[in-house]
């Protein structure tokens, strides 16, 4: 028997040698680097650690933080043991005190309407006792006059009396349930809000000595990210253009961000550490055609992603509906049941669809997207201010850096559409520029001119730019009817249209200016289609576009002619008009 007890206090001594010590850190998030659909949070502080085994808790982390990226590091020496994560669904009070007070207050308006009830109840009962008992003679009694008229006016004064106070009783009540009721509402949405910075970072380390570590957490985490936006702005056709880069920022994570160090990156965090394998790179026309990766890094699996977002949307459901079942329903189990059961009836969605809750739903569902077309070299934007942004999902605006960028200014008209010439700003070495795909704000000459959009697909040396109209070009297209004739002759029909286009220069500086006309092409071989003349025009025979390229000196007037003719059956109908849809108003 010694050597087997010697044994079990052996193996209890390694036990407890083993058992870590715990501490609950919470910090703030200190920095962010965004990518275009996720972030990458870093949180910062100083950890005392004693020797030996410290288990090291980070709560308040996004529930939707994914535990394949996190990273633990720090600045003295420990071993790293396990990292782990979990939702903490009973730390909602911890993170909010505001719910803690409405419990209470919810708790107390409870006891003040039951009281009320009570009250109630016990006037009532005296009511009844008094309808009862309304026979006043008795067996061998009479009653005189006198008698009879003051117990009629003490039953009726008392009668009114209670009435009053039962009235008086029932709209208190009224009260009391309606802010019960808020109460609720509030609680719920709350713990709603809590349950996506639900998650605790778990964190196992030994140390061979006690001390402080200035320890640094990294993770990943979706329902984040940034969509590039600009202000395109210049004073003259001979200024530099100014281009301010901007970014409309969203945090859906469940944290808030506060005095965060921003950085907006175009890095994919979500593709394979495997190296990258070179297949063929086939040449080929393209037309705003999505190009393939050419065997690039190939993302992770999406089935993995699917399956763990999904894991955690069941989570934070299941949460939802236990705040639902406590505050509204008084069901501390229900939902548990539920769960269990894999029977998610969850009766708050009613709730949230007529808008009484508000942040069930925008806190779960996935921001609508949109697919945008990216270099492979990845660009990153330090912005220079910290940055706050609360976690609604709302786009705010953030203000990256303005550069002055030299560009040569050229005018495009095509008057057969539009009978305006467009500004555009030509610039060399945009590569340079690091530009991402968005929205672009236009002024000119100190007026919004409109908004346009910047892609820089299938862009070669030169991207140029739009401004807008340039209301100091003028442009007119119209038909020569003194040329243009319309013939009929042994069973054919030709039709012969020239066109007259003036162009002239407004401006007090010279101004180069492209013009686009066409040529209908025929897709029948009983139609034929003749050149009459280009006026200088070259035309291009698989399009039919025909391009003029001039040059107008201050104040100089050019006329650009255009003239075809279409042979065709006289029996045939030709469409030899375009038209285009606009809404108008029928009566």
Known sequence: M?????????????????????????????????????????????????????????????????????????????????????????????????ISVLKDSLESMKDAL?????????????????????????????????????????????????????????????LLRAKIEATRLQLTDLNYTENQRSNQIIILVDANEAGSVNSILKYNVSDCGWVASYDLTAIDINQPVKLKYKAQVYNNTGNEWKDVQLTLSTADPTLSATAPTLNPFYLEYSNYIEQERNGYIQ?????????????????????????????????????????????????????????????????????????????????????????????????YLVEIKEISV???????????????????????????????????????????????YIDTRNVNDTLSLSFGRDPKIQVIRKLKSEMSTKKVTAGTKRDTYYYDIQVRNNRSVPVTIDVFDQIPISKNSEITVSVETLGGGKKDDVTGEVTYKITLQPGETKNLELGYTIK????????????????????
């Open 568 to 587: 065709y059956p006289k029996d045939y109908n030709v469409k030899v008009k375009t038209y285009r849809t606009v809404k108008a108003a029928k009566f």
């Open 406 to 452: 030299p560009a040569t200014f050229s005018q495009v008209s095509v008057p057969k559409l539009d009978q305006s010439a467009f500004l555009l700003a030509n610039i060399v070495g945009w590569q340079d520029l690091e530009l991402i795909p968005g929205a672009t704000s236009v002024y000119f000459g100190g007026n919004f001119v409109g908004t346009s």
């Open 114 to 174: 039951q009281l009320n009830i009570d009250t109630e109840s016990s006037y009532n009962a005296e009511l009844g006792v008094m309808n009862t008992n309304k026979d006043l003679k008795g067996a061998n009694s009479t009653l005189t006059v006198e008698q009879i008229k003051n117990a009629g006016e003490y039953y009726r004064t008392r009668t009114l009396e209670i009435n009053r106070i039962v009235s008086k009783l029932k709209k208190e009540q009224s």
């Open 299 to 395: 993302p992770i699996s999406q089935s993995q992603q699917t399956m763990y977002r999904s894991q955690v949307e069941n989570e934070i459901n299941w949460a939802n509906q236990r705040a639902y079942d406590n505050y509204m329903l008084d069901k501390d189990d229900k939902s548990a049941e539920l769960f269990e059961n894999n029977n998610m009836a969850f009766n708050f969605q009613n709730l949230s669809s007529n808008g009484l809750l508000s942040n069930f739903g925008k806190k779960v569902t996935n921001i609508n997207t949109q697919d945008i077309y990216i270099s492979e070299m990845t660009a990153e934007f330090p912005v220079p201010n910290t940055f706050s942004c609360p976690s609604d999902a709302r786009p």
């Open 2 to 98: 010694k050597p087997i007890t010697i044994l079990f206090l052996l193996l209890g001594f390694t036990v407890n040698a083993q058992k870590a010590k715990e501490q609950t850190i919470k910090s703030e998030i200190k920095k962010v680097k965004l990518y275009i659909t996720s972030g990458e949070m870093t949180h910062e502080a100083n950890v005392k650690l004693e020797k030996g085994r410290n288990k090291l808790i980070f709560s308040g982390i996004s529930a939707f933080a994914d535990p394949n990226s996190i990273q633990f590091t720090g600045d003295n020496n420990f071993r790293l043991v396990s990292i782990s994560t979990e939702i903490d669904f009973l730390a909602a009070e911890a993170y909010n005190p505001r």
